[in-house]
């Protein structure tokens, strides 16, 4: 059982706010992926440091 199926086990009124939370984690990580590809081609670094 993952963290995830565990905690919607014992926590059911979750189950929005996790879908939610899980489409919001991808949708940045799909802009931020972009974003550093776009900065890789143009030579820029987009490693924050």
């Known amino acids: 059982?993952?963290?995830v199926a565990g905690l919607l086990e014992?926590?059911?009124r979750l189950e929005a706010?996790?879908?939610?939370?899980m489409q919001?984690?991808?949708s940045l990580k799909d802009r931020l992926g972009g974003h550093s590809v776009?900065?890789?081609?143009?030579?820029?670094?987009?490693?924050?440091?």
Do not use: I, K, N
């Not at 706010?17 to 939370?21: A, K, N, Y």
């Not at 890789?40 to 987009?46: A, D, E, M, P, T």
């Open 10 to 12: 014992s926590m059911p």
């Open 17 to 21: 706010d996790v879908v939610f939370g």
């Open 1 to 3: 059982m993952t963290v």
């Open 24 to 26: 919001a984690t991808g």
């Open 38 to 49: 776009r900065s890789g081609v143009h030579g820029y670094c987009s490693t924050l440091r």
